[in-house]
């Protein structure tokens, strides 16, 4: 019994050593514009907006496995690898797409902060440039340590979903009946639901996310003792992101989509719940919108300079510091600063801006999924630690399958169906 | 790889010498470092017979790979075999390139040596008749080994990526002599904006230093492991305070000296051992499998070796001895039987210790006043803080310096010691072989524990005869 209980208290120091990565790349996958697209989604469509969401959930977190599992095996980035193995012309493509899709989705989350700030009745102009330069001078102060406890905190801001569904008083039979074995109250021949559905997997699954993840591992130096446990710490990552955002499907189900009110962004969903289930579930949902944009606004342009530094060889490390990291810094900094300039000019049109830098993430996805079934399905790089079996079958599927939709999405929007 | 090497360039750069007070010719660091570098450098060179490519005055000029990477490869009569895709180049000091990969037509991959090769122009022209090739030892490519590798000095810390690697002929044979590091390089790659910005890019990067990293910056046996690793050693030892030198050195070396070991041959890796110096000889030998040991042992110097046996653990040693060859074990048993001699009761402690910060004027005066008594002086040892032994230099050495000078500026960091356990004919014969007047004794601690006169011992010697 002893044994037993020191053994698993070992296998928990591991644990605990290894946390972070995962948890953190997954819960910000739901970052302010994901937050944004499950609420239009469930507001339009119910739970049925989250049908398929088991299928899903495996794909995040086999995905963020393979790169996990990359990133401790060789020890390089995707970065790395592409530009080692692929050369400079794709590189420098790879990382302008990259670079423009990023920016969207910063500028998706500074808009998800002004939202909330709106929200809470404050001068949203003077916070938003008080919070941007803050997360600049925390992100250069502090290092790997420090800044994986600051996001872990974030995360606590997410429970805010839970209460929030709590509060609508919903049907969970039901929810679980729409999303998880066969919508009912969604004519599922309906291709505007199809779209949906694909810009939830879209916001779920990103480019970013995929990069993020990889640099995270890299940069926390996990040895191939750790494989295991970060494993495990993926998977769990993605278990506890699609709770979330289930949660956040339910809030507004049973609110908006029960009323049938129509919303077109976090902010007109938080306004529109005031009415029907009360002041405390819009500030709840305020509070949520706020941790999610945090998280991106950090998240985001850091996978950016990870990036940046793994194809362009700089030093790239949350440890290095300013000096010796400054191309990583600059171009952390330069998204967000990018990202803020746009936002206080109230004329832009951010609604439009944000749609292409989720058709930008729809057309990386299928380039990251080459490389990373290239990657793990290459014995000279990854060893005995290949992909096989069900992980290398559901990932190729499941790249074909969002090729196919990319594609029908595209052809979908340029036609208007 | 790198296993097996030609035994013919034995080196006579290293071979000991009998050297005046207690120096050793070169930081045993950079001998290292040169020895190996030295075996590798001296390949066979293939001469590339009629590689033209020169400009009008016949002065030497330098190509980009990049440059020629994809061009079209013909024969002599306009045969088009294919494009080029990769050089091999031999892994040295100064890499030559050997051989020349080409994607034929049909896709199929074929490697030619650079023997073929005859003018690099807008075609690149090969010699009617040839013969396919294949990779060999101590060969890189220079696409899939080079280019776009990670550059990263020599603490690690990551610089920037190689995006270019130039090239250049000298007597009609093709080496690589840098890699451009800087963004002209990656405009070079990339091909933009046609030739009219290229030309201007080019002519701007041979202005532009230090976008451009020489060869001579880049470890060659690095290269191996995958690594471009720079070779900044000198202005990062410069930053290190002398006395803490020899520390420094003693334990990033017996790292990087089993590093090199690793990579040569037996004999080689023998010879390099018995230049080090006997603490790196023991934390070696502490390290090494017993065969692995036995092997060394027995190419390295009889009185050398009974040094390093008598410093390791009984059961170690004996084990060690039972496994080396019979002629050698005999020399071997014999020298060890002689410890049963020890010096212990010869050592005096006649002998001066400075602090490495001390200035000539205090050493002179402390010598005033503390060597009254002494029946011989020669050398002052310097120890540090901890009491090591850290240095050592002769009284010639403090006349000629100025008074402020400090004691580290200019005192000998390679000290030749000896141990309690050594016996009288192996420490007799190493100061014999240095030339010197006295020894000192150390514990493992590196502690002085006296000095051994050379009157005293040869006396005792020639007594017995």
């Known amino acids: 019994m002893r044994i037993f209980f020191n053994s698993f208290k070992k296998q928990l120091i591991i644990f605990l050593a290894v946390i972070g990565p995962g948890l953190i790349t997954a819960i910000a996958d739901n970052d302010a514009g994901g937050v944004a697209t499950y609420t239009v989604a469930a507001a339009t469509y119910g739970m049925a907006s989250k049908f398929l969401f088991i299928p899903e959930t495996l794909l995040l977190a086999l995905t963020q496995e393979i790169g996990a599992r990359i990133a401790i095996v060789t020890r390089k980035g995707l970065g790395d690898l592409i530009r080692e193995r692929y050369g400079i012309k794709l590189s420098l493509f790879i990382f302008i797409l990259y670079f423009i899709t990023n920016q969207g989705v910063v500028l998706q989350n500074v808009s998800g902060l002004k939202s909330s700030l709106q929200l809470f009745n404050l001068p949203w102009q003077f916070f938003l440039i008080i919070f941007c330069a803050l997360l600049i001078f925390i992100v250069i102060k502090f290092n790997y340590r420090k800044l994986q406890n600051i996001f872990l905190f974030m995360i606590l801001f997410y429970l805010a979903y839970i209460i929030s569904a709590w509060l609508a008083h919903p049907n969970w039979k039901e929810a679980i009946q729409e999303s998880i074995i066969w919508p009912k109250k969604v004519d599922i021949r309906n291709v505007g639901f199809w779209f949906s559905r694909i810009a939830v997997l879209g916001t779920t699954i990103t480019a970013w996310g995929q990069f993020f993840v990889h640099s995270y591992i890299l940069d926390k130096k996990l040895t191939i003792d750790h494989l295991k446990a970060e494993k495990v710490e993926v998977y769990l990552g993605a278990i506890v992101t699609s709770i979330f955002s289930w949660m956040m499907a339910v809030a507004v189900t049973y609110t908006i989509f029960a009323n049938k009110i129509h919303v077109v962004d976090g902010y007109s969903a938080a306004l529109a719940m005031k009415p029907l289930a009360g002041q405390l579930s819009t500030i709840l949902f305020s509070v949520g919108l706020f941790g999610a944009s945090i998280l991106g606004l950090t998240i985001v342009p850091l996978a950016t300079a990870y990036v940046f530094s793994e194809l362009f060889g700089y030093e790239g490390s949350l440890d290095a510091n300013f000096k010796k990291g400054r191309l990583f810094y600059g171009f952390f900094i330069l998204q967000i600063t990018l990202g803020l300039i746009i936002t206080l000019f109230p004329q832009t049109s951010l609604f439009k801006l944000t749609l292409y830098a989720d058709y930008l993430n729809g057309v990386m996805l299928p380039i990251i999924f080459f490389f990373l079934i290239k990657f793990s399905e290459d014995e000279e790089i990854m060893g005995k630690y290949i992909s096989r079996g069900f992980t290398s079958f559901f990932v190729r599927l499941s790249g074909i399958i969002i090729t196919i939709a990319v594609i029908i999405t595209f052809v979908g929007k340029v036609f208007k169906f | 790889m790198w296993v097996r090497m030609e035994s013919n360039h034995r080196s006579v750069l290293y071979q000991r010498t009998v050297l005046p007070l207690n120096y050793a010719p070169l930081d045993f660091r950079e001998k290292i470092i040169a020895y190996c570098e030295f075996i590798l450098y001296n390949k066979n060179k293939i001469p590339l017979r009629q ?169 060659p046996l690095e290269l191996v492991r995958g690594q471009v690793k720079l070779r900044k050693k000198e202005d990062k030892l410069n930053k290190i305070r002398p006395e803490d030198l020899a520390d420094y050195l003693e334990k990033t070396n017996v790292i990087n000296t089993r590093k090199f070991l690793k990579i040569l041959d037996t004999e080689k890796a023998a010879e390099v051992i018995s230049n080090l110096n006997i603490n790196y000889q023991i934390a070696l030998f502490r390290n090494f499998k017993n065969e692995k040991a036995a092997k060394f042992l027995s190419f390295i110097d009889p009185d050398e070796a009974v040094d390093v046996l008598l410093f390791l653990p009984k059961e170690k040693r004996e084990k060690i001895i039972s496994l080396i060859e019979p002629k050698i074990k005999k020399t071997l048993i014999h020298l060890l039987t002689l410890s049963i001699n020890p010096i212990g009761n010869l050592i005096t402690t006649d002998y001066l210790t400075v602090k490495p910060e001390d200035s000539v004027y205090h050493v002179i005066d402390k010598v005033r006043k503390e060597t009254i008594n002494f029946s011989s002086f020669d050398y002052i040892y310097v120890t540090n803080k901890l009491d090591e032994l850290v240095g050592v230099f002769s009284l010639h050495e403090l006349l000629l310096q100025n008074g402020e000078e400090p004691v580290y500026k200019f005192m000998s960091q390679n000290v030749v010691i000896s141990h309690l356990t050594s016996p009288k004919e192996i420490v007799l014969k190493k100061m014999f072989k240095y030339k010197l007047h006295t020894i000192p004794i150390i514990n493992d601690r590196k502690n002085i524990l006296g000095i051994i006169d050379l009157d005293d011992i040869a006396d005792l010697v020639i007594e017995k005869i």
Not at chain 2, 106 to 132: P, V
Not at chain 2, 152 to 171: C, F, H, Y
Request: aromatic share 8%; glycine share 6%.
């Open chain 2, 51 to 219: 590689l033209a490519d020169r400009d009008d005055r016949g002065r030497k000029i330098m190509i980009y790979f990049s440059e020629i990477v994809g061009k079209k490869v013909v024969t002599e009569d306009d045969i088009c075999i294919g494009k080029l895709e990769d050089f091999i180049f031999l892994v040295s000091d100064k890499p030559l390139v050997t051989k020349i990969v080409i994607r034929e037509n049909s896709g199929q991959k074929i490697i030619i040596s650079t023997d073929y090769l005859q003018k690099i122009n807008s075609l690149i022209t090969i010699e009617k008749e040839y013969l396919a090739a294949y990779l060999e030892e101590n060969e890189l490519y220079l696409v899939k080994n080079l280019l776009d590798k990670q550059i990263i000095d020599i603490k690690g810390n990551k610089i920037v990526r190689v995006n270019d690697v130039a090239l250049q002929t000298e007597k009609e044979l093709l080496f690589i002599v840098g890699v451009d590091v800087g963004l002209l390089g990656m405009i070079r790659r990339l091909r933009i904006g046609g030739d009219g910005l290229y030309k201007i890019a080019r002519l701007f990067n041979f202005k532009m230093t230090s976008d451009f990293l020489s060869w001579a910056d880049i470890q």
